[in-house]
C-alpha cells in the first residue's frame, strides 16, 4: 500500500482552531467556569474590556472541548469584519463550508449545523452585534445541538444567553506573598514568561518581585497591558518601569469619567506609541488602514512615501515587532503581520489626526486593486498556487477593498471582482463574489468591456452553483455586449460557458458547437486559459458520446498548452477529462494515474469540485474492476462531501449516470448490508483521512485459488477467519492456529461483522457457504 503525502491549506489550524503561539498562564477557575456554563446553556458570551482575554480564555475552552464536539469546533474572527452584512459568508468560510450553491449563506449555515453536535466560536462580536445577535438565534433555533461560545464587550442579548464577566488576572495580597513566599499570582507568572522572551534568562527574585507585583497591580491585571510593559524590559530595569508607569497614570487621575481598566490600557498604549519613534508612529497609523495580515510588500507600497522613505519600512516593520505592536505570522509562502484589534482601532484614531486617511485608504484600494489584476494576469502559469494561497490570505483586504472601490465607481468594484474569479472559486466565496458582481452590475449602466467582462464572471459563479436560468440571461447580454464591441475573449468565454450550460442540459451536440467557438475565439485573442478550458469540455462532451479519439485529442491538446505555461490547475481538470476517457476504454491503470495526480493538485489548492470529480472517476475504477468494498467506501466519502458543496457533481451534471451506474453496480455485488456498511465507513473518514484513503493502493482480496475475488469486501486476512469462523472456531482457536494475538483475532472478526453489516458469527457462516456454492446453484441447492 502507498500512503500519499497529504498538504493541509491551514497549517497553523487544527479542527477549526488556531495553535497557540505563546503559553496560557493561569485562568483555570476561568475556564472552569466557562465549560460548567456551557453545559447547561447553548450560548455563552464572555464579555470585558479589550486586552482582559476573552479571546484566550475562549480559545481554551474550545481546545478542551473538542472531544465533546465529534462535528467541529470552530473559531469565527470577526475583528476583520469592517461589513456586518458579510457575517454569513464569513461564518461558512470560518466553518470551511464547500459551498457552490446559490442558497443564501444563512440557510447554508442553518442546513449545514442542523444535525451537527458543533461548538462555533464567535470572537469579537460588539462591533457586528446586531448581526451577531440575529445569527445566533437563528442557528440555535435550528440546530438543536449546536453551542455557541463568544466573545463581546457586551452581551448579545439572546433568550437563554449566559454572560461571563472575564476578569483580570489575579494579584496577590502582600499578606499572602509573605505567608507563602515561593507563591506568585498568575499576574506576575504572565508577567515573567513575557519578560523571558525579551531578557532571556528573567526571572522573579526576592529583589524585584515587589516591583513586578506592584507593576502588575498599576496595570489591573489586563493581561494585554501586562504583555506591552513587559517589552520595556528590553530598555529599562523592573524599577525603572514601575517609575515610569508611576509616573504616567499619576498624569491621567484627571480623567474619571474613563473606565478604570479602560483608562490602564489606553494609557499603555498610549506609552507604547510615545516610546516609538515619529516614522514608526506614522507608520503604526498607516497600517491600521489594513483589515486583515499583511506582508512587507503591501506594507512598502501602501505606505511608503509622505514622510516615510519606501527602504526605511522594513526597519520600521522591525521596530514595531519587537516594540509587541506589530505580531509575526509565518504563512505557507513567507511573512506576514497583523495589528491586534485594540492596536489597530488606536491607530485609525492617529491616522485621523495625521489627516491621511482618505489618502490611506486611495492607495490601500489602489494596491490590491492592482494585485488583483497582476494576480488574474500570471495566474495561467507556474505561480498559480503561490498567488492563489496568497490571495486567500488576503481575503479580508480584498473584501474591504472591494467596499471602497464600490463606494467610489460601481465600475472599479466590477472590474476588480471579475479579476478575482479564480480565488472566488478556488477559496469556495462563490456566493460572496457573485454578491460583488451582481451588486455592482445593478449600478453600473452602458456599454463596456469591463461591464461585458463582469456579465460572464458572474454567469460562470451562476453555473457552478447550479442556477443555469440566471447563467443563460447573464451570458446573452454578455453576449450582445461581446458582439457590438468587437471583444474576441468575451465572445469565447460566452461561447465556454454556454457551452456548459448545454452540457448540463442535455444537449450535447450543441455543447460541442459551443466549445469549438469558445477554441476558435480564444485562439484568435491569444488567451491560452480560455483556450484550454474550452479543450477540456470538448473532451469531456466527445467522451460523453463515445467518440473517444476526438477526446482523446483534445485533452492532449490542452495538456500540452498548461505544459507550455507551467500551469497546474486547469490541466489537472483536463486530466481528470483523460482519465474518464481512459477508464470508458478500460484502461484504468493509467486512469487512475491521471485521477490522483490530479486530486493531488486540487487538495494543494482547495478545490473541492475537482477534488469531488476525481474522486468519483476513483469510485467508478474500483467498481470496474471488482473493488466494490473500495466503492463502497469511496462513495460515502463523496456523499459528505456533495452534501458539504450542496450537490452532486456539481458544473458536472452529465456525469451523474456514471456515478448511479457505479452505485448500482456496488450495491449489487455487495448486496445491501454490506453496501451500506462500506458507504457508513467511508463517510465516517474524516477530510483528511477521506483524502488520503483515496490516494493510497489497495490490493483486492483473494480466494481460495489465489485469484482476485472481485466481490468480496474482504482482505486476504479477513477472508481467511472468515473461513476459520464458519469452521465454528473461536478467536483463541483462531488465534492459535495463525499464530497471532487473541486480541488481533478478535478485532479482525469485529471488523469482518462490520464491513458485511452482520451482527452475528453465523451469518458470517452463512455468508462464507453462500460463496463457496457453485455458480448457478440456487439457496435450496445446499446441504
Known amino acids: 500500500m502507498t500512503t500519499a503525502t497529504l498538504r493541509t491549506s491551514a497549517p497553523t489550524y487544527l479542527s477549526g482552531l488556531p495553535a497557540e503561539v505563546t503559553s496560557f498562564i493561569g485562568r483555570k ?49 470577526l475583528a476583520e469584519l469592517d461589513n456586518p452584512a458579510l457575517l454569513p459568508q464569513a461564518m461558512v468560510a470560518a466553518l470551511k463550508i464547500q459551498e457552490h450553491s446559490a442558497r443564501p449563506p444563512v440557510q447554508v449555515l442553518s442546513e449545514h449545523l442542523r444535525e451537527r453536535r458543533a461548538l462555533v466560536v464567535l470572537d469579537n462580536c460588539e462591533h457586528v452585534l446586531d448581526e451577531c445577535t440575529m445569527m445566533a438565534q437563528t442557528l440555535l433555533r435550528s440546530a438543536p445541538e449546536l453551542r455557541i461560545l463568544a466573545t463581546s464587550r457586551q452581551t448579545l442579548g439572546v433568550a437563554g444567553e449566559q454572560a461571563f464577566p472575564v476578569p483580570t488576572l489575579p494579584l496577590l495580597s502582600g499578606e499572602s506573598q509573605r505567608s507563602t513566599p515561593s507563591a506568585v499570582s498568575d499576574a506576575v507568572r504572565l ?34 497591558g501586562i504583555e506591552l510593559a513587559a517589552v520595556r524590559l528590553r530598555v529599562l530595569s523592573v524599577h525603572q518601569l514601575l517609575d515610569r508607569l508611576d ?93 491586534l484589534d485594540t492596536i489597530r482601532q488606536y491607530g485609525r484614531e492617529r491616522l485621523v489626526d495625521y489627516g491621511q486617511e482618505q489618502e490611506l485608504k486611495r492607495r490601500y484600494r489602489d494596491y490590491y486593486r492592482q494585485l488583483s489584476r497582476e494576480a488574474q494576469a500570471q495566474l495561467f502559469g507556474p505561480a498559480q498556487a503561490k498567488l492563489l494561497t496568497r490571495l486567500r490570505a488576503e481575503h479580508p483586504n480584498l473584501r474591504t477593498a472591494l ?10 468594484c466590477i472590474d476588480m471582482a471579475s ?78 460557458y454556454s457551452g456548459m450550460v448545454a452540457m448540463q442540459g442535455g444537449d450535447t451536440a450543441s455543447a460541442i458547437g459551443s466549445f469549438e467557438e469558445a477554441v476558435t475565439h480564444h485562439r484568435a485573442g491569444g488567451d491560452p486559459a480560455g483556450e484550454v478550458q474550452a479543450l477540456t469540455w470538448l473532451s469531456l462532451a466527445h467522451s460523453f458520446i463515445g467518440d473517444s479519439e476526438r477526446a482523446v485529442a483534445a485533452a492532449e491538446e490542452s495538456i500540452a498548452i498548461c505544459d507550455a505555461h507551467g500551469e497546474s490547475w486547469h490541466r489537472a481538470y483536463t486530466m481528470t477529462a483523460l482519465g474518464i476517457e481512459l477508464w470508458r476504454q478500460g484502461d484504468t491503470r493509467r486512469a487512475t494515474a491521471l485521477e490522483r495526480e490530479s486530486l493531488r493538485v486540487f ?32 462513495l460515502g466519502i463523496l456523499r459528505n462531501l456533495w452534501a458539504a458543496i450542496g450537490a452532486p457533481l456539481l458544473g458536472f451534471g452529465h456525469l451523474v449516470r456514471y456515478h448511479e451506474e457505479c452505485e448500482d453496480r456496488t450495491r449489487g455485488a455487495l448486496r445491501e448490508q454490506a453496501f451500506q456498511a462500506a458507504v457508513k465507513r467511508g463517510a465516517r473518514r474524516s477530510p483528511d483521512q477521506a483524502l488520503a484513503y483515496a490516494l493510497t493502493e489497495e490490493e483486492p482480496s483473494r480466494g481460495r485459488s489465489g485469484e482476485a475475488d472481485p466481490y468480496s469486501p474482504l482482505t486476504p ?30 478485532s479482525h472478526a469485529e471488523h469482518i461483522l ?30
Open 419 to 496: 479579476d478575482l474569479l479564480d480565488h472566488w472559486i478556488t477559496s469556495s466565496h462563490l456566493g460572496e463574489g457573485r454578491n460583488w458582481l451582481e451588486q455592482g452590475l445593478a449600478d453600473v449602466a452602458g456599454r463596456s468591456e469591463v461591464r461585458a467582462r463582469a456579465l460572464w464572471a458572474c454567469g460562470s459563479l451562476a453555473i457552478i452553483q447550479g442556477d443555469p436560468a440566471s447563467a443563460i440571461g447573464l451570458l446573452a447580454r454578455s453576449r450582445t455586449l461581446g458582439e457590438q464591441l468587437g471583444l474576441e475573449p468575451v465572445l469565447g468565454y460566452v461561447a465556454l
Open 29 to 77: 477557575h476561568e475556564v472552569a467556569e466557562v465549560k460548567r456554563l456551557l453545559a447547561d446553556a447553548r450560548l455563552v458570551t464572555l464579555t470585558g474590556p479589550g486586552g482582559v482575554g476573552k479571546t484566550r480564555i475562549a480559545l481554551r475552552v474550545a481546545a478542551d472541548l473538542r472531544r465533546a464536539f465529534p462535528d467541529g469546533v470552530w473559531l469565527v474572527e
Open 403 to 412: 467596499e471602497y472601490c464600490h463606494a467610489e465607481h460601481a465600475g472599479l
Open 191 to 224: 508577567f515573567a514568561e513575557r519578560a523571558t522572551a525579551v531578557v532571556p534568562g528573567f526571572t522573579v527574585t526576592d529583589e524585584n518581585r515587589d516591583a513586578i507585583e506592584q507593576i502588575c497591580r498599576r496595570l489591573d491585571g489586563v493581561p494585554l
Open 754 to 783: 462490520q464491513k458485511l453489516g452482520f451482527t452475528s458469527r453465523a451469518q458470517i457462516a452463512g455468508w462464507v457457504a453462500e460463496r463457496a456454492r457453485p455458480a448457478g446453484e440456487g439457496a435450496a441447492g445446499g446441504e
Open 247 to 339: 509616573d504616567l497614570f499619576g498624569l491621567l487621575r484627571a480623567g474619571p469619567n474613563i473606565a478604570p481598566r479602560h483608562r490602564t490600557l489606553r494609557a499603555l498604549i498610549d506609552w507604547s506609541h510615545g516610546l516609538c519613534t515619529e516614522n514608526e508612529r506614522q507608520l503604526w497609523a498607516s497600517l491600521s488602514v489594513f483589515t486583515g495580515s499583511l506582508d512587507l510588500e503591501a506594507a512598502e507600497a501602501v505606505c511608503g512615501g509622505d514622510g516615510i522613505p519606501r527602504d526605511e519600512i522594513i526597519d520600521l516593520v522591525i521596530g514595531l515587532v519587537e516594540k509587541s505592536i506589530l505580531i509575526r505570522e509565518d504563512h505557507p509562502y513567507g511573512v506576514r503581520y497583523r495589528l
Open 717 to 746: 486476512r479477513e477472508a481467511e477467519i472468515a473461513q476459520l469462523i464458519a469452521k465454528g472456531m473461536r478467536n483463541k482457536e483462531i488465534a492459535a492456529a495463525l499464530v497471532i494475538a487473541q486480541r488481533t483475532a478478535e
Open 603 to 634: 487538495n494543494t489548492l482547495g478545490d473541492s469540485v475537482g477534488a469531488g470529480v476525481s474522486i468519483e472517476v476513483l469510485a467508478w475504477i474500483a467498481a470496474s474492476q471488482g473493488e466494490y468494498a473500495r466503492a463502497g467506501e469511496l
